[in-house]
Every structure is written in structure tokens, then in C-alpha cells.
């Protein structure tokens, strides 16, 4: 699922301007860490490396809606609301909410049956 999670947030930070920062990457990555669980078949970075594949060369668009999906099948509620959360985090880590990323964020909202968007948190500690 953090593959899924990484797809999304790529789509988040690199496709609503198409310039993905260090920051954001960091962000990214360190709320995929906390999605990972201890048998979970991807590091961080594997699954970074595999959405970024999927993002580049893959039907860009067409893996973002099954990952969407995926990601509402296998999540609560609760856990959907929080990963919005998250995601929401990844779209102000370059300090700026874009229009593209909002549109993105009201989506996976709807999608995922989530409320309004809390303001973002920090990231857990490693």
C-alpha cells in the first residue's frame, strides 16, 4: 500500500507544477515511514522508486485512479482522514498550496468519503 500512498503523493508534489523539491521529498518520505508496517514487502525508498517508475512511464492518470481506489478498499475511515492529513502535509511542504493540489485534495476527499482537511502536522519523528 505505501507504493499506492508514494503514487499519490508524487502526483501531489510534482504534478501540480511539475517541479518536485527536496522538501517535498522529504515530506513524502517521512510520512510513508509511519504508513509502513513491520511486514511490509517495500522499504520507503523501494517504494518511492517503484511509484516514481509508475509516474514517469507508466498511464500516469489511469495509476493514480486505481491507487486511489486501493488505497479507499484497504483503509477505515479513520486511517483515510489521516493519510489526508498526511497528504495534505506533502502539498504545503514547499510552503504553498497550488490550485492543482487543492483540486487533488478535494478529490481524494470525496473519493474516500473524508471531511474537511485539518491544517497540516508535522511529521512523526523517526
Do not use: F
Amino acid at each position: 500500500m505505501i507504493r499506492d500512498i508514494a503514487l499519490i503523493a508524487l502526483h501531489l508534489a510534482h504534478g501540480a507544477d511539475d517541479d518536485l523539491q527536496r522538501r517535498e521529498v522529504d515530506e513524502i518520505a517521512a510520512r510513508l515511514e509511519a504508513w509502513r508496517t513491520d511486514n511490509a514487502e517495500l522499504t520507503v525508498l523501494a517504494a518511492m522508486k517503484e511509484a516514481t517508475d509508475t509516474y514517469v512511464h507508466a498511464e500516469s492518470e489511469t495509476a493514480l485512479g486505481s491507487a486511489i481506489e486501493r488505497v479507499r478498499d484497504l483503509l477505515d475511515p479513520a486511517s483515510r482522514a489521516r493519510l489526508l492529513d498526511d497528504l495534505t502535509a506533502v502539498a504545503h511542504a514547499d510552503n504553498r498550496l497550488l490550485e492543482n493540489e487543492r483540486v487533488l485534495l478535494d478529490t481524494l476527499r470525496a473519493q474516500w468519503k473524508v471531511g474537511p482537511a485539518t491544517q497540516p502536522q508535522a511529521a512523526p519523528e523517526a
